[in-house]
């Protein structure tokens, strides 16, 4: 490794004086590996340090942060038959138009490649891109930490930092070999004291969305990719929440709505007049306007009693409902029961990540593990209960999954029992997520049909928006 220090500063590569960084910090010491380029040698060197520290970790590619690490990873990919894709820094308005370059394939894994890290913006500005391409990411490897809140900023988003050297153990590497005076190793060390913490820049890049028609071909669940195929077909990403008092009621607003939703969300448990012709009425209707019916049950028992009330009882979900939902607060056992009854018939689940009323325990650690639970169930777990799913660490997830978002008016606020409400163009748009879930908006509305025109018509708009 001193070889290697030695190496960048007889190349000029390591600057002392006065330099603005991109977190818009002053530095004393400035790194520039942009030179390594004209030194095959050095080049040579940082590519097989870089790839060398990471010998333990499993990726399937590589990508370089463009532009300084773009010739770091094709060295890498060249020597070690690699394969290597490359986020583009501007993406073109004509051609494919693509953010991500390659031949990669949905779920493999992506080790992102850097010259080095401050604050962590640039690895997380290539990472957005490549997650929402559907690449897995999760370590980065730089050359040089400057320890000034990088790692910490990047494992708050899911990516593990693989760092060659600190900056102070390059300095004083430096000074030890007399290439660096006592009075300029001062002010460096000063100055990283200091500035210990720099926070990542918001991430201003733009990262286009894939379509639902794109995301309908990653699905590995017949429900999740009819789902993703209704929305476009009928260009509405809007389901309603049927929270009625009768099944009559709700067989009367099915019909009428049908038309503008490409999902039904029932609490059938409710209806004092169901009767078990209940099921095949719906699927009438949900078939004469070409949407999915889902049973919010919000499952949270043990595997073995949840397959019992899943299938059997009087309501007998399993028949007539494409979609349910559960809470993992048991753990994996309930998605693997609902999953033994539920895959063969081609159902699909979505876990409850996140709720939308006031105080609720869904957030942080418990998002984490339902994410988890999903990807090792994915052929049966098509999405979420999400509120702000942009907001996740390692965002943009896995793309085959779909959130879906309750809570959504024409106007922010809320209700006296803590229901919380956002709009459409906020909760798609702002909040990443893809589905809007309205109740009242529609229900007590004086021309229903007509509401529900109106929140497709937002909700539409706003992942348009996100597309483009």
């Not at 028949?319 to 349910?324: G, P, S, T, Y």
């Given at each position: 490794m001193?070889?290697?220090v030695?190496q960048l500063?007889?190349i000029?590569?390591?600057?002392?004086g006065n330099?603005?960084?991109?977190s818009?910090i002053s530095?004393p010491i400035?790194?520039?590996l942009r030179?390594g380029?004209?030194y095959?040698?050095v080049?040579r060197?940082?590519?097989?340090?870089?790839?060398?520290?990471?010998?333990s970790?499993s990726f399937d590619l590589?990508?370089?942060?463009?532009?300084?690490?773009l010739?770091?990873?094709?060295?890498v990919?060249?020597?070690q038959?690699?394969?290597?894709?490359m986020?583009?820094?501007?993406?073109?308005?004509?051609g494919?138009?693509?953010a991500i370059e390659?031949?990669?394939?949905?779920?493999q894994s992506c080790?992102?490649?850097?010259?080095l890290?401050t604050?962590?913006t640039s690895?997380l500005?290539?990472a957005?891109p490549l997650r929402?391409?559907?690449?897995k990411?999760?370590?980065?490897?730089?050359?040089i930490?400057?320890?000034?809140?990088?790692?910490?900023n990047?494992?708050?988003?899911?990516i593990?930092?693989h760092?060659?050297?600190?900056l102070?153990?390059?300095?004083?590497i430096?000074?030890?070999?007399g290439?660096?005076d006592e009075q300029?190793?001062?002010?460096?060390?000063?100055?990283l004291?200091?500035?210990q913490?720099?926070g990542?820049?918001?991430?201003?890049?733009?990262?286009?969305?894939?379509?639902?028609l794109?995301r309908?071909?990653?699905?590995k669940?017949?429900t999740g990719?009819r789902l993703?195929e209704?929305?476009t077909?009928?260009?509405?990403n809007?389901?309603?929440?049927a929270?009625v008092?009768?099944?009559?009621?709700?067989l009367e607003i099915?019909?009428?709505v049908?038309?503008e939703?490409?999902?039904?969300?029932?609490?059938?448990?409710?209806f004092p007049?169901?009767?078990?012709?209940f099921?095949?009425?719906?699927q009438?209707?949900a078939e004469?306007?070409?949407?999915?019916?889902f049973e919010?049950?919000?499952?949270?028992d043990i595997g073995?009693?949840v397959t019992?009330?899943?299938e059997?009882?009087?309501?007998?979900i399993l028949?007539?409902?494409?979609?349910?939902n559960?809470h993992i607060?048991s753990?994996?056992?309930i998605?693997?029961?609902l999953?033994?009854?539920?895959l063969?018939?081609?159902r699909?689940l979505?876990?409850?990540?996140e709720m939308s009323?006031?105080?609720n325990?869904a957030?942080?650690?418990?998002?984490?593990?339902?994410?988890?639970i999903?990807?090792?169930?994915?052929?049966?777990?098509?999405g979420?209960i999400s509120l702000s799913p942009a907001s996740?660490?390692?965002a943009?997830i896995?793309?085959?999954f779909?959130?879906a978002?309750?809570?959504v008016q024409?106007v922010?606020?809320?209700d006296?029992?803590?229901?919380?409400?956002?709009t459409?163009y906020?909760?798609?748009h702002?909040r990443?997520s893809d589905i809007i879930i309205?109740?009242?908006?529609?229900?007590?509305?004086?021309?229903p049909?007509q509401?529900a025109?109106e929140y497709?018509?937002?909700g539409?708009?706003?992942?348009?928006?996100?597309?483009?």
């Open positions: 001193e070889s290697l030695l500063h007889e000029s590569a390591v600057k002392f330099f603005k960084l991109k818009g530095s400035y790194i520039d030179l380029i004209s095959p040698s080049l060197n940082i590519s097989q340090t870089l790839i060398s520290s990471v010998s970790t590589v990508c370089g942060v463009p532009y300084t690490a010739p770091i990873a094709t060295c990919s060249v020597t038959n690699i394969p290597m894709v986020r583009r820094k501007e993406i073109k308005d004509y494919t138009s693509k390659g031949d990669f394939k949905h779920g080790l992102i490649i850097e010259d890290v604050s962590g690895v500005e290539t957005a929402a391409a559907g690449l990411v999760s370590d980065a490897v730089v050359l930490d400057r320890e000034q809140g990088g790692r910490e990047l494992e708050s988003n899911g593990k930092l760092a060659i050297l600190k102070t153990e390059m300095v004083k430096l000074r030890e070999k290439k660096l300029m190793l001062g002010v460096v060390m000063r100055f004291e200091e500035n913490k720099v990542a820049l918001a991430t201003t890049a733009k990262v286009k969305a894939l379509s639902f794109e309908a071909k990653l699905s669940n017949p990719k993703f209704i929305m077909e009928k260009e509405s809007l389901c309603l929440a929270d008092g009768t099944a009559a009621e709700l099915a019909d009428k049908g038309p939703i490409c999902l039904l969300k029932t609490h059938v448990d409710i007049d169901f009767t078990p012709d099921g095949s009425k719906l009438s209707i004469k306007h070409n949407f999915l019916i919010d049950r919000k499952f949270a073995n009693t019992m009330q899943y059997g009882g009087i309501f007998r028949d007539w409902a494409d979609i349910v559960a607060i753990g994996p056992g998605v693997e029961g999953k033994l009854k539920g063969p018939r081609g699909g979505l876990l409850l990540a009323s006031t105080g325990l957030k942080g650690d418990y998002t984490t593990a339902a994410v988890k999903a990807e090792d169930h994915s052929d049966f777990v098509i979420f996740w660490p390692g943009p896995n793309p085959s779909s959130h978002t309750p809570g024409m922010t606020g809320g006296a029992l803590g229901q919380q409400y956002n459409p906020s909760v798609v702002d990443g309205v109740g009242r908006g529609i229900i007590k509305a004086a021309n049909s509401a025109r497709r018509l937002q539409w708009s706003a992942y348009l928006a996100k597309c483009s």
